[in-house]
Nanobody, 119 residues
Framework: QVQLVESGGGLVQPGGSLRLSCAASGIILSIYDMGWYRQAPGKQRELVATVTSGGTTNYADSVKGRFTISRDNANNTMYLQMNSLKPEDTAVYYC?????????????WGQGTQVTVSS
């Protein structure tokens, strides 16, 4: 059974930092493209950052220069280092693993971890 488990969320003041982790089990993370998404109250889920199986990264404009996505395939874990946090970063953050098989995609999601940026 595939599981993605996020951790590291919490309450932080503006300007602070958090590091999110996504631990995967039941899959070999190295063959999946991975990503972090977030959903704020009343808003749609949006992409935060992705890292392909080959290590190519991509970021939403709103987090460029502040967030860093990384992966540790040996430990089947992905990370999101978040610096200079802003109140608008407040959301539930979700971990995603995606693999393309022919014309279809296989997606796995974690349960989410809450990040609240507030003074």
């Amino acid at each position: 059974q595939v599981q993605l488990v996020e951790s590291g969320g919490g309450l932080v003041q503006p300007g602070g930092s958090l590091r999110l982790s996504c631990a995967a089990s039941g899959i070999i993370l190295s063959i999946y493209d991975m990503g972090w998404y977030r959903q704020a109250p009343g808003k749609q889920r949006e992409l935060v950052a992705t890292v392909t199986s080959g290590g190519t990264t991509n970021y939403a404009d709103s987090v460029k220069g502040r967030f860093t996505i990384s992966r540790d395939n040996a430990n089947n874990t992905m990370y999101l280092q978040m610096n200079s946090l802003k109140p608008e970063d407040t959301a539930v953050y979700y971990c995603n693993a995606r693999r393309h098989v022919f014309s279809a995609s296989i997606d796995y999601w974690g349960q989410g971890t809450q990040v609240t940026v507030s003074s």
